[in-house]
């Protein structure tokens, strides 16, 4: 039985984001839920810092809130987890803001699932059609190669009747690319790092 918590910790985005912390979410959100202390201070209505590992254990340095926000919200758009999304949303994560490494923006993540209310969603919440990944392919592109036709249509469609949004329009260049790149290789260099050494499944001796 999974934990039920675990689609709106944001310890668990990381965990599902990153392979090497696969054992952490095996044992703990899918596994002995009830022994994460995140999961018991919830319950006694605690507040749970966002440095806090399941064991009890707490990180000196993790990704700032914006970064851990924008990857539970792709991690919320590949999962398909509309009211997740609508909730982080509401709750003023800047959608229009977030864009990944690669370029990729929430909208062409969610034109890349076929997710039409989420294209939708993405759209009405002032996420540019007309941005480009680094590979120069808008949302409406992706949606294409990959045959989800609802979406290309829907955004297609936005995209006509709002042709003044191709002027403040823009994409990730190579540099800053590679610059946000290396930043967050080192940031999850040193958290993964730590959670190997804290591994509660680690033989002693």
């Given at each position: ?51 806090l ?72 919440f ?5 941005n ?20 290309a ?37 040193d ?15």
């Open positions: 039985m999974s934990c039920s918590h675990a689609a709106s910790c944001p310890l668990f985005a990381q965990f599902a984001m990153e392979p090497s912390l696969k054992v952490w979410k095996q044992h703990f959100c899918e596994g002995a839920y009830t022994t994460c202390v995140r999961y018991q201070h919830s319950l006694q209505g605690k507040t749970v810092p966002i440095t590992l399941p064991n009890g254990k707490v990180l000196n340095k993790v990704r700032n809130k914006d970064e851990v926000a924008g990857s539970a919200l792709f991690n919320a758009i590949y999962k398909g987890r509309v009211p997740m999304v609508k909730s982080m949303l509401k709750n003023k994560v800047a959608s229009s803001a977030i864009v990944a490494s690669d370029g990729m923006t929430p909208l062409m993540a969610a034109a890349s699932t076929g997710n039409v209310e989420l294209v939708e969603l993405f759209l009405q002032g996420c540019n059609p007309f480009k990944r680094n590979d120069d392919r808008r949302a409406v592109d992706i949606a294409n190669e990959v045959g989800h036709a609802e979406c249509s829907v955004i297609q469609n936005y995209m006509d009747s709002n042709p003044e949004l191709e002027a403040t329009s823009g994409r990730v260049s190579q540099q800053e690319t590679e610059t946000k790149e290396s930043e967050e290789k080192e940031a999850m260099k958290v993964v790092s730590l959670l190997r050494k804290l591994n509660p499944f680690k033989k002693v001796g």
